[in-house]
């Protein structure tokens, strides 16, 4: 078993002015990281702009994440796609390439034919031919469809399917996940620090949250707060991270959220298009959202 317990940053994919990636610039916020005591990294979750990224682009990022990360810290490398066969060959090579764990997204393009029954079928066949544990994630505003609470509750009890990433925001649905599921070796993860509190007061293991890419430190000791019962700190320092949070992710999305990177003094950079940079105005509104939270 795999312990998912603590923070992982989902790490943003540098890229040059030419829109080719920069690996000596995701070594260079590795670095930084470092010295963050995050439980592990994710490599091609939703920030890391993953569906943008060619084939070989994506077993390079893991590769060089691995070699650059202790052997304490996890790695969970996004390889979900929208075939069965391509996300089972491509969990496959991630593993091959480091991960100690794969981050399957459920496939949404016939999002209309994704029943209960076909994502139950589809995610028990790649935890089947997995060689890494299978961490379950439901994206709604990246996707579409949130993955049924009774598929989860289903494919929790398969040995290779760990945990899930529930980025939804229903607190009612991720205490009820882990309420259901404490019979077996099944993590539920926050996926984002806008809840992360509320996730942590119902029993969550731990946050994938884009905003530790920014605000790491701070993730961590909310993480540390919660685990100690330290419940009025805790949520003091929740209330400060709810409006940055949301200017990186629903707001401005991961414009800015590199945006805020470069700010904080790592390496954000320009994303792939489509994806278009903030305006003058809207780093103006996003500064000033972080400072008046007391973070700039």
């Given at each position: 078993k795999l312990d998912l317990g603590g923070i992982f940053p989902p790490l943003t994919t540098p890229f040059s002015p030419t829109q080719e990636v920069d690996y000596g610039q995701l070594e260079g916020?590795?670095?930084?990281?470092?010295?963050?005591?995050?439980?592990?990294?994710v490599v091609l979750g939703s920030s890391g702009e993953f569906p943008l990224l060619a084939p070989r682009e994506r077993l390079e990022l893991v590769s060089r994440v691995r070699r650059a990360l202790p052997r304490d810290r996890l790695l969970l490398a996004g390889s979900g796609c929208e075939s069965t066969r391509a996300t089972i060959e491509l969990t496959g090579s991630m593993a091959e390439s480091g991960a100690?764990?794969?981050?399957?997204?459920?496939?949404?393009?016939?999002?209309?034919?994704?029943?209960?029954?076909?994502?139950?079928?589809?995610y028990t066949e790649v935890a089947e031919a997995s060689p890494v544990p299978v961490v379950l994630?439901?994206?709604p505003a990246n996707t579409g469809l949130e993955l049924p609470l009774e598929a989860v509750l289903i494919l929790a009890q398969h040995p290779n399917i760990i945990g899930i990433k529930d980025s939804g925001g229903d607190i009612t649905?991720?205490?009820?996940?882990?309420?259901?599921?404490?019979?077996?070796?099944?993590?539920v993860l926050s996926g984002s620090a806008g809840f992360l509190l509320a996730s942590y007061a119902v029993g969550a293991s731990g946050g994938i949250c884009a905003l530790a890419n920014v605000l790491g430190a701070p993730l961590c000791q909310?993480?540390?707060?919660?685990?100690?019962?330290?419940?009025q700190e805790a949520?003091?320092?929740?209330?400060?991270?709810?409006?940055?949070?949301?200017?990186?992710?629903?707001?401005?999305?991961?414009?800015?959220?590199?945006?805020?990177?470069?700010l904080?003094?790592?390496?954000?950079?320009?994303?792939?298009?489509?994806?278009?940079?903030?305006?003058?105005?809207?780093v103006e509104e996003l500064r000033g959202t972080f400072s008046i939270n007391g973070w700039l």
């Amino acid at each position: 078993k795999l312990d998912l317990g603590g923070i992982f940053p989902p790490l943003t994919t540098p890229f040059s002015p030419t829109q080719e990636v920069d690996y000596g610039q995701l070594e260079g916020n590795l670095r930084h990281y470092a010295s963050i005591p995050f439980r592990g990294l994710v490599v091609l979750g939703s920030s890391g702009e993953f569906p943008l990224l060619a084939p070989r682009e994506r077993l390079e990022l893991v590769s060089r994440v691995r070699r650059a990360l202790p052997r304490d810290r996890l790695l969970l490398a996004g390889s979900g796609c929208e075939s069965t066969r391509a996300t089972i060959e491509l969990t496959g090579s991630m593993a091959e390439s480091g991960a100690d764990a794969a981050l399957v997204v459920t496939p949404c393009y016939y999002r209309g034919a994704m029943s209960s029954a076909a994502l139950v079928r589809h995610y028990t066949e790649v935890a089947e031919a997995s060689p890494v544990p299978v961490v379950l994630y439901s994206v709604p505003a990246n996707t579409g469809l949130e993955l049924p609470l009774e598929a989860v509750l289903i494919l929790a009890q398969h040995p290779n399917i760990i945990g899930i990433k529930d980025s939804g925001g229903d607190i009612t649905r991720i205490g009820l996940i882990v309420h259901k599921t404490q019979q077996e070796d099944f993590q539920v993860l926050s996926g984002s620090a806008g809840f992360l509190l509320a996730s942590y007061a119902v029993g969550a293991s731990g946050g994938i949250c884009a905003l530790a890419n920014v605000l790491g430190a701070p993730l961590c000791q909310l993480e540390h707060l919660c685990r100690q019962g330290r419940w009025q700190e805790a949520r003091e320092l929740q209330q400060r991270l709810i409006e940055p949070n949301a200017v990186v992710t629903r707001r401005f999305g991961i414009p800015g959220l590199k945006k805020a990177m470069d700010l904080f003094g790592y390496y954000g950079g320009p994303c792939r298009a489509p994806l278009a940079p903030l305006s003058p105005a809207q780093v103006e509104e996003l500064r000033g959202t972080f400072s008046i939270n007391g973070w700039l």
